[in-house]
């Protein structure tokens, strides 16, 4: 099978880092472009991140062995995933959607722009509408798609799969993991022994994009963020309330039965089950459960009524993977599916 | 000036270290007998602590050279501090009030005895008029006086602060450090790169115990409570709802003025502010302001409104000290100051 | 093809579970009994598990469905991982053997037994000799083969590799990983901010098993054991002198080609490289290095000359790993590979 | 009694912080000046250091109203802590030594300058006599005065306390604080379940300076650093090797009775006992034994036989305080009572 050629904007970096390992061995992908700084390119990938891969598995030999590029130079991929800061994400993606690419970007630059989705294919699909309005303003082949931060994607899953009970309160107590602040990020000394109980921005964005991205008007959101000592995995303790308040076994049941287009579609990267709900009294756990459906999953445990509002429950969700490079590749599958873009 | 005869109960564990640390130096109370288990009896503290004392500093001179003593021994001390085990610490504690002694204990046996108060003197200081009964009851000189829950005396006071615009919801996730749960306590397991988002029993407790001692009967609590890789302090991320609303201004005015008896009569032990106010947006944090009134100090910052309920804050106190000797130690302060124990 | 019947006793424990994990979908073992205590056994091993499986993946579908059994029941397996607690390991893995069985041991019960092979295949597989010895001392057509202590194996690996030289003296700091020592283990409080610079034993052991793996009776060791905030990974900052003293070159060429037995052999669960040699100034890292040959290779960085001995150099490996439950894998694929036992 | 008159030149520095902790209640010290940068300058210290404080204790009231002053400004001090980043200490320290200050700093710029002492108290006072060469080749009133690197202070005097016995042969393994590389300094991707087995030029550092500092011509020194996730105290596992080699009760006895002329002229800041011996097996412990008198204190531990130099040991020193701002303190104490500058 011939497969559809696929490129890494800002390869180097950590979420560069995780797109190359979640794209060796993709079924549909094959990478063909690695870009990064003038500086990175003209020597082998491998050669280039000796000292600064940071994963646990080695550098797949095949991404090991290609040339890095410069973005000045000529790419041949179709779909591009970028990781880049926003200063200059903002018009090098336009650039690579202006020659025809489907440019797939975790940065923060375009989230907000007109027409492009913020895509959470779980939770918005529809928004996939949007594409062919910014292809016609922009008068480019190409478009934009991005995917939204990483604290909120769980909370957006977790209200989808609860709709039918109209959600209208949710209150949310972040513990979010230190790689969610890149490299180097969080100072040592800040975690160590320590938490910092704010996270500039945070709060104000999952106020925000939760119920741009679930379109539920009617949701009231209170976040607070806080800062700790844990790698991987930001643990959510939230309270809800509803509208229609179901009982304690339907909320466990839409929550287990969950099931989106991704699942429908079988689309490799998406999580089987969506969803996955633990008895447990002590789960969910960063490092015990950001791996489920290879960190693309959301985790939800210790379901059980509020005092205040209606329900209070655990989730989690793995920051770097469903809350980043995961979350673009599982949009670029869906997108070929819905034959947004062909193989060459 | 003649000291008061004070022992402690349980002088080897951890909280009984603390006790030790805290009673050094002090102007009312002079260290007379400490107790432990027969195998300890009979030996120097400092022999017996070989190994054992796990405080930063060093062993005080004169606590180092005292002989331990068993239950079994006679006793001079006025007032007992105690800190064993519940289920010894319940006829233990009765037998020495039955000697005529001031137990104040931060074991939790009798924190439900009828007539025994569940104090925090900047709280509840009328609970003191129970002792007379309690003397009654159990034909006693001595009785028996207990401090509660380390998560749950920051929320009493920062309640008791804002008494006056009546509280009526409360929610709270606690980020706990792991020194609550004694040594050897949590697995590091448990807690490197990672959170448990359970801790046995302790939300009933926070929901049930902030009632009892606040007398707010009015008010509902909501707790989800976590064990965090810190050492000591107890960061929660609170909201509030009040019948009455105050304006943040006056919110943080009720917070920064609070005085309460321990701090009018210029208990040695009572923090001065009671309430620290943090205007940082990045504080509190446990490492930075746990020791603050040398450890008996409530801080709050990040005061900010909660588009669900009226206010959030973030609030630390110190669990070992605050919530266990230190909380002890201002107990016996307030009982020697209202006349209920003399000096011999 | 057929696979050999495998058995794990002590299944539910930390190096059970690896074993579980080691065992999926391995080539030639297939599990037939999983043995722990009475309490445990009749039921499913996924409902035992509840609360108890702390690997970072799920347990594997097949095993969660297996009835856990005790070790009254009968078994099928032909070869027996065992992790039991050495005391009660001692008289249970004799019976195993003595019904046939290739009893395949982490435990430290039999170590030093005569005739009880303490292996490492890449290092002293003439030890597989002392197979037939045992078998007629002990009247029985299975035995028991053992696997040593976690950091002493990267050390023999080394040692053998480096053999050509004559090792004389080795000069060993090691800062080793909180899994060593089990669940619950090494209490938060013991290495939060902290390290503790002693391991019961440990020193001891390393200092006595090297010699008696490698058979180097020329070599003296000495140790110093600290335990550190980091969960799996044993790191080791070592210094050789030898008789023979390569240059850095030959001692770097050594490491990289060295090639034993199970690499030859193509043994499933070999690392190839068996020794990954990185030049980076600031590797191997526990968590970016422990995972290398999935666990199994040992991590060499930081070559350099020792102004006093020869060479200094900085190595790492995989202590639950390459240092317990996958350490006794290789033993058993070797055994199979060499007709220690057949399919039934 | 009237106070010499303190300055301090980077106030508002990790190291800076510490400077205004130590010289608070300083029996011969009074702060007249606080320097740090242009932007900085002009308002309250408590002002500037709103968010920016990172000390355990709160700001000590006088110093936190002192208006914070630049270095083109006037200063009144007779004598200048200094820790500033190396490129711009070089000038700046020259010039205050020219307007007749006595500059003490922690900064590296001038470490290797002819005629500037490098100088630990207890280990080379002799140094002093360069003062004079040094105030006559500048042609100045004022000097310079250094302080070594953190991790050699705890090795120096260890080596002074044993010189009787003629080391030879060092071998040292560190395991060393985060703080030492300041703020922001490493990451917490770094340390988080990690140990980074390299520090810059740290190797070296120890290897060269500890040799010039204690002038022991025949000592060989080999070290190996580490960086691990703990805040403050360098723990070291070292190896010596001695010309006459004492019994290990000598040993003992040698470190337990050192004492040099900060102790016999009783300095304020100097440690009584300058060293620490623990006999308990799982000691020295950075957490437990870092702040021994009051972090000035170097604390060993695990004394016994090495297989292949003559005794191992651990030792512990703060790096803050030791290895910064305390041994900038103490050497200022020194120079005092020396007679090096006098009150105005």
Not at 131 to 160: A, M, Y
């Amino acid at each position: 099978m011939t497969k559809i050629k696929a490129g890494i904007l800002g390869a180097t970096g950590m979420v560069g880092q995780r797109f190359i390992e979640l794209l060796e061995n993709h079924p549909w992908f094959e990478l063909t472009d690695l870009i990064a700084s003038r500086e990175e390119s003209g020597k082998s990938y491998g050669e280039v991140m000796q000292g600064k891969w940071v994963q646990e598995k080695e550098i797949p030999k095949q991404a090991a062995s290609m040339i890095v590029k410069h973005s000045d130079e000529l790419v041949s991929c179709q779909v591009l995933f970028s990781s880049i800061p926003a200063d200059i994400a903002f018009k090098l993606e336009l650039d690579y959607a202006r020659k025809g690419i489907a440019v797939i970007s975790n940065a923060s630059a375009h989230r907000m722009s007109k027409n492009v989705p913020l895509l959470v294919p779980e939770v918005n699909a529809e928004q996939l509408d949007w594409i062919e309005l910014q292809k016609k303003e922009n008068q480019s082949q190409g478009f934009i798609v991005t995917n939204p931060n990483c604290s909120t994607v769980p909370l957006t899953i977790i209200l989808r799969a609860l709709e039918q009970f109209e959600p209208i309160q949710l209150m949310v107590t972040t513990m979010q993991a230190v790689s969610g602040a890149g490299y180097p990020g969080v100072p040592s000394l800040d975690v160590l022994d320590n938490i910092v109980p704010y996270i500039g921005g945070e709060e104000q964005k999952i106020e925000s994009e939760t119920i741009k991205i679930t379109g539920m008007k009617n949701l009231k959101v209170s976040a607070s963020c806080n800062r700790v000592n844990v790698k991987d995995g930001h643990l959510e303790s939230i309270s809800i309330k509803f509208k229609n308040k179901p009982s304690q076994e339907q909320l466990i049941q839409a929550l287990q039965n969950f099931e989106a287009e991704p699942q429908k579609l079988n689309l490799p990267t998406a999580p089987k089950p969506c969803i996955v709900v633990r008895t447990e009294q002590n789960r969910p756990q960063p490092r015990l459960d950001r791996m489920n459906g290879n960190g693309m999953a959301i985790t939800v445990g210790r379901i059980r009524p509020c005092p205040i509002l209606d329900y209070k429950m655990t989730i989690l969700g793995h920051n770097t993977i469903r809350g980043a490079a995961g979350a673009a590749v599982l949009n670029a599958e869906l997108l070929y599916v819905k034959g947004f873009f062909e193989k060459k």
